[in-house]
Structure formats: C-alpha cells, structure tokens
Nanobody, 120 residues
Framework: QVQVVESGGGLVQPGGSLRLSCEASGSDFRLYAMGWHRQPPGKEREVVATINWETGSKYYGDSVKGRFTISRDNTKNTVFLQMDSLNPEDTALYFC?????????????WGQGTQVTVSS
C-alpha cells in the first residue's frame, strides 16, 4: 500500500507565495509520476501540475503557467509545488497524487488534501 501525505497549505495574501510538499511512502514501489490537482469551492477538481518521475517532464494547467513550479526530490519520493503570485482564484483544496505502475496498469493514489486560501 502507498501513502500520500501533503503539507504546506495555509492562508496567504494576494500576491504572496506558498510551497506545498507531498511525500509518497510505502513498501517496494516504483513511481511513474506525481502531481497536484485542486478543487475550488463549488467547482470540479482540476489538474494543477504533474511531473513524470522517469523523464522529469512537467505539465502545468493553463491557469497556473508562469506562476507555479513543480519540482521533486528523487531520494525522498517527494514532490513540491512552489506557488507564486497567488490570487483569490487559487483558493482551493489541493490534492497530491502519485501514479504507481503494477502488472501492466497504473494505479493513482491520492492524499487527503491541504487547504490553500488566498485572501486579504
């Protein structure tokens, strides 16, 4: 079983920054990818950023391009999301996920989420 734990959420003023962290742990697994989604109040979950663990290639949702940066620490199975120039529209519950290949399929594991609130 794989556990995914996020940290780093909180309250920040518009224009400010936050850094989220997420660690995947468990026994005997290989990562395929990790990433972040978010769910604003009353809206559907949307992709924020993902990173392929084997190639390092990154994907960003249109609404965060140029403001958010995803990075990783291979040695600790940890992914980070640096969020700059935050605005109230970034307020959401942020979920981390990790994708684990096994027997020809890929299973996605989700964290419990961490709240980010952008408000003055």
């Amino acid at each position: 079983q794989v556990q995914v734990v996020e940290s780093g959420g909180g309250l920040v003023q518009p224009g400010g920054s936050l850094r989220l962290s997420c660690e995947a742990s468990g026994s005997d697994f290989r990562l395929y990818a990790m990433g972040w989604h978010r769910q604003p109040p009353g809206k559907e979950r949307e992709v924020v950023a993902t990173i392929n663990w084997e190639t390092g290639s990154k994907y960003y949702g249109d609404s965060v391009k140029g403001r958010f940066t995803i990075s990783r620490d291979n040695t600790k199975n940890t992914v980070f999301l640096q969020m700059d120039s935050l605005n109230p529209e970034d307020t959401a519950l942020y979920f981390c996920h990790t994708d684990i290949p096994h027997s020809g399929t890929v299973t996605r594991y989700w964290g419990q989420g961490t709240q980010v609130t952008v408000s003055s």
